[in-house]
């Protein structure tokens, strides 16, 4: 049953009329976080967050379904100043108020009863890369606190910064990008 709500959530089918319910991403439990080696001396972590999205889960057609989302590229937190700077810098992202970054499914593949490879597009820097996200259904049913139903899920992938032309100072800062997901979306009114 989980693999069924799974590939609903997440699924990008058809764009003609059926019957889904939407539900709105809760910007305020949903982060990504990214990681990457910084000289072969230590791991640096950046999050994003404050970010909008929208699952429209058809529980009965699950190929129907789908996700989209999309964050502000001045969102990005590094937990150091200077380097936020930096990433918004020429050297990166060479960022502006309104610039986003997107990602809208585009397929997937159940693997298991909670988990399901998906497919999408990746947007950011001006340039659209498909890219796969393991992803893992946490949890779907009402929230104990707001009283609607809720879903929960978690995701990983692996980017190169090249692909998106930020690969500054690559090979010696890792071109490699891990990236974690944690989501949580409400049924919308």
Do not use: C
């Not at 129907?64 to 969102?75: K, R």
């Not at 990005?76 to 700077?85: A, I, L, P, V």
């Not at 890369?129 to 809720?150: E, I, T, Y």
Request: charged share 20%.
């Amino acid at each position: 049953m989980k693999s069924i709500m799974l590939a609903a959530a997440l699924t990008l089918g058809a764009t003609g009329a059926f019957a889904a319910d939407k539900y709105v991403l809760d910007a305020s439990h949903s982060q990504v976080l990214f990681s990457y080696d910084h000289l072969g001396f230590s791991t640096t972590y950046g999050m994003f967050s404050g970010f909008e999205g929208e699952i429209m889960f058809d529980a009965d057609a699950p190929a129907s379904s789908s996700v989209s989302v999309s964050m502000p590229v001045m969102s990005m937190f590094t937990g150091w100043e200077k380097r936020s700077g930096h990433f918004m810098s020429d050297d990166f992202f060479g960022a502006a108020e309104g610039d986003m970054v997107t990602f809208t499914s585009t397929a997937i593949e159940v693997t298991g009863e909670d988990t399901a490879k998906i497919t999408g597009d990746l947007s950011m820097n001006d340039v659209t890369k498909s890219v796969v996200l393991d992803a893992k259904l946490n949890k779907v049913g009402d929230h104990p606190m707001a009283g609607k139903p809720w879903m929960g899920f978690d995701a990983t992938t692996t980017l190169m910064r090249s692909d998106f032309g930020l690969g500054k100072f690559a090979p010696a800062i890792s071109d490699e990008v891990e990236v974690k997901i944690s989501l949580e979306a409400m049924k919308a009114e």
